[in-house]
């Protein structure tokens, strides 16, 4: 009889440690998606800020109107930086691409000096583009400007795009995770199925019949959410370590809001789980539990 008791107590413990395994790793995916759903829009504003506009200079012009022209550009709303080029940096830039001396084989410099102008985001969209590219224009030290038209169309529309998919991929997670905690709880309490019975037999109420289970579910939820946050912290620390020029978490109240929520989902999936788990063999005669 004690073996037959401690044999049902580690198969109980086993049966809780699954169950915190799977709802910590179930709630730590959703937590990864929640982080990319949080810079989903940071990491679309890094592609959009590094689209380059070249502003392609006279040749008779001279740098004083270019430092000149530099800072006026810095100073509009919508350039995040500048950049000059002259002939000489474009040309040895160009050589390390071709592999090639193309000055000697020419026997002049046919580039021009630039200036490339990095764009805040909000303004890196065709429509916005080609306003800029006419207030641009209409400098006397420039001759033309010059970007690529489709990246700058490819870019915007993948980001609408991938924002969709991205909001269409978290509701799908989420179910799944819901069913996934949800059949944990179920084997959970299926493998007790014959004590709540046997408790109902001796005329346990079905509260006091539920309350141990739904306390036991909410501690399980909690320790699942806390290892969950655990795993999270890492990939935040790891990230900001190899990835930071892309992806930063500086936002502190956010990730907290996040670190709650991946809590109160613990509690909330648990407790729907469970409630139903037992409410099903609450109502099962004493036949249709074999």
Avoid: C
């Avoid at 810079?39 to 679309?44: D, E, G, H, P, Y």
């Avoid at 709880?185 to 079905?206: D, E, K, P």
């Avoid at 909690?222 to 978490?249: H, P, R, W």
């Amino acid at each position: 009889m004690a073996q037959k008791e401690k044999g049902t107590k580690r198969r109980l413990r086993s049966s809780y440690i699954t169950s915190v395994i799977s709802i910590s790793l179930v709630l730590f995916m959703l937590g990864l998606m929640g982080l990319l759903i949080l810079n989903a829009n940071q990491l679309s504003n890094y592609v959009k800020e590094n689209i380059g506009v070249s502003i392609i200079l006279k040749d008779n012009v001279k740098e004083v109107e270019i430092r000149k022209l530099q800072k006026t550009l810095d100073a509009t709303e919508y350039v995040k930086a500048t950049e000059f080029v002259d002939k000489q940096t474009a040309a040895k830039e160009l050589q390390k691409e071709l592999g090639e001396d193309f000055i000697s084989f020419l026997g002049y410099n046919p580039l021009k000096a630039t200036i490339d102008v990095k764009l805040y985001a909000q303004y890196a969209n065709p429509d916005s583009i080609a306003f800029i590219e006419k207030d641009f224009t209409r400098y006397s030290q420039v001759q033309e400007i010059y970007y690529q038209k489709s990246l700058v169309n490819l870019v915007n529309e993948n980001v609408k795009r991938i924002s969709l998919i991205i909001l269409a991929f978290s509701g799908l997670l989420f179910l799944i995770s819901f069913t996934l905690i949800n059949n944990t709880i179920r084997l959970s309490i299926y493998s007790q199925r014959f004590i709540i019975n046997t408790m109902q037999l001796v005329g346990a109420t079905r509260g006091f019949i539920r309350k141990p289970f739904m306390g036991k579910s909410l501690l399980h939820g909690i320790l699942g959410a806390l290892i969950a946050n655990a795993m999270l912290s890492g990939v935040i620390y790891l990230s900001q370590k190899e990835l930071s020029q892309v992806i930063t978490f500086s936002n502190i109240e956010m990730l907290g809001v996040l670190f709650l929520l991946i809590i109160f989902l613990g509690l909330l999936i648990t407790w729907i789980s469970t409630l139903f788990a037992v409410n099903k063999y609450l109502n099962l005669e004493s036949r249709s539990l074999y």
